[in-house]
């Protein structure tokens, strides 16, 4: 079988960790590298001994490659995925898909020809703690789920991170800050897990650790119409941090911390206990059931290698692009439901958000720093 023919556009932090993963897989050739600043795409050409561009539409082009992994700044996921896909290429986009949902379906309707391998970069899905999780929740043994509550503050990152590339942490170069780059992960997961609720109260600090624009410290409020209330709490400014996600149903609870899964399970459904218990005061007795896992490996290395497969094979996705909607519209209206002050129903208004948006990028003080 031919190897895939691929292109890396961006060659940065991220672009350069799937650069070493490109080079040890044996089904994927590199044979085109792009950044727009020319050291950095040679740097690449020479080591990998590939074509170097600095445009990424005279590489779409020129045809070097038959797919491309997207791992620009964000706002380039969406022209250059559309352009990508427009072009015939098979398309791997980074985190998130777009910056906003109206432009995830833009980026989502450019994907006509379904021969197109269209896939988004959401490895957390290949972790076997929360692939367990989700053959759990499928399978019943939470029972109707109750509460969600995901404390996730060990996104911990410095202000000389912020200040690394000029695009990080502003509205015009990130849309966003730890929702749209960091928690962006997490938030997939919880859609994944969870599906997506009906209403979202969000509580965002803007710049509240850092010299920043955008958002680095949010609490939001999850409301499900089956009466699952969830809270999600994250942020780059607190140290030590916290990673702690509890799951609860009426038939025990899932706790996921410190890399360790256990299921706490009632013996008896909580609500039949309750109501036919002469205690006062005892809960059900438990059953604890811990989970162990081999090591995964690299999880970015095994969604790359899966969207070679299906390319070569046929083989489904482990994360198809058009569910990146959902993350990002999760993000959108957590940040929207802070600026005006009021909860938010989902399905998100994806054109007001977008207005929204460019307003604050032509009213904001170019720079990170706030005043």
């Not at 795409?41 to 074509?51: L, M, P, S, T």
């Not at 095994?302 to 994360?319: K, M, P, R, W």
Request: contains cysteine; aromatic residues 8%.
């Amino acid at each position: 079988m031919e190897k895939v023919k691929l292109g890396l556009i961006g060659v940065g932090v991220i672009g350069n960790l799937h650069l070493g993963n490109i080079a040890r897989l044996e089904t994927v050739e590199l044979t085109a590298a792009c950044d727009i600043l020319p050291e950095r795409a040679q740097a690449a050409a020479e080591k990998y001994q590939c074509r170097a561009y600095t445009e990424s539409q005279a590489l779409l082009d020129e045809h070097p490659c038959e797919a491309v992994l997207i791992a620009t700044p964000h706002y380039a996921h969406t022209t250059i995925g559309i352009a990508a896909l427009e072009a015939g290429y098979h398309v791997l986009v980074e985190k998130p898909i777009s910056v906003h949902k109206a432009d995830c379906e833009r980026l989502i309707g450019a994907h006509q020809d379904r021969r197109l391998v269209f896939a988004a970069m959401f490895q957390q899905r290949v972790d076997p703690h929360f692939r367990k999780i989700k053959e759990l929740l499928e399978g019943g043994e939470l029972g109707e789920l109750l509460r969600i509550h995901w404390i996730l503050t060990d996104w911990f990152r410095t202000e000389a991170y912020y200040a690394s590339s000029n695009w990080r942490a502003t509205w015009k170069g990130e849309g966003g800050g730890v929702l749209l780059n960091q928690a962006i992960h997490n938030l997939d997961m919880w859609q994944w897990l969870f599906g997506m609720p009906d209403k979202v109260w969000g509580h965002c600090r803007f710049g509240q650790r850092h010299k920043i624009e955008v958002e680095d410290e949010v609490t939001a409020y999850l409301e499900y119409g089956n009466g699952c209330r969830g809270v999600f709490t994250t942020s780059t400014g607190e140290a030590p941090g916290t990673n702690r996600l509890e799951i609860v149903g009426e038939r025990g609870k899932l706790v996921l911390e410190n890399g360790t899964l256990t299921f706490i399970r009632n013996n008896v459904p909580a609500i039949d206990f309750l109501r036919a218990s002469q205690s006062l005061y005892d809960p059900p007795p438990v059953t604890m059931i811990p989970f162990s896992f081999d090591s995964p490996g690299d999880l970015h290395a095994a969604v790359l290698v899966n969207f070679v497969n299906a390319i070569q094979t046929g083989s489904e996705l482990i994360a198809p692009a058009e569910q990146g909607i959902h993350s990002v519209e999760l993000a959108n209206a957590m940040i929207y439901s802070t600026i005006i002050g009021q909860p938010v129903n989902l399905p998100l208004d994806g054109q007001a958000y977008e207005q929204w948006l460019k307003r604050l990028i032509v009213n904001t003080t170019p720079g990170k720093q706030k005043d």
